[in-house]
Nanobody
Framework: QVQLAESGGGLVQAGGSLRLSCAAS????????MAWYRQAPGKQRELVAG??YYADSVKGRFTISRDNAKNTVILQMNSLKPEDTGVYYC???????????????WGQGTQVTVSS
């Protein structure tokens, strides 16, 4: 099993910054990737940032980084907007080898609220 521990959400005014952190532990294979998703009220969960991907709505404002030695992924969020409000989830996908499907694991989610 894999455990993901998120931290760093909160309330911030528009234009402000927040830094989300996610630490992974447990049975993580070498083949793994981490990403951040978010779910706004009344909307589906969407991918915000991954290894080589940023949602158009966050490009130039959010930066994802990873410490492989610590299995930690960071999401630095700058110039926040009210539409960035939602629950942010850390995701880790891992597989034993290339001919197996990835297994997905999720953090508990952390609330980000951006006031106008």
């Amino acid at each position: 099993q894999v455990q993901l521990a998120e931290s760093g959400g909160g309330l911030v005014q528009a234009g402000g910054s927040l830094r989300l952190s996610c630490a992974a532990s447990g049975s993580i294979f070498v083949d793994n990737k981490m990403a951040w998703y978010r779910q706004a009220p009344g909307k589906q969960r969407e991918l915000v940032a991954g290894v080589t991907y940023y949602a158009d709505s966050v490009k130039g404002r959010f930066t994802i980084s990873r410490d492989n030695a610590k299995n930690t992924v960071i999401l630095q969020m700058n110039s926040l907007k009210p539409e960035d409000t939602g629950v942010y989830y850390c995701n880790l996908a891992t597989r034993r080898n290339s001919w197996r499907a990835y297994s997905d694991y999720w953090g508990q989610g952390t609330q980000v609220t951006v006031s106008s």
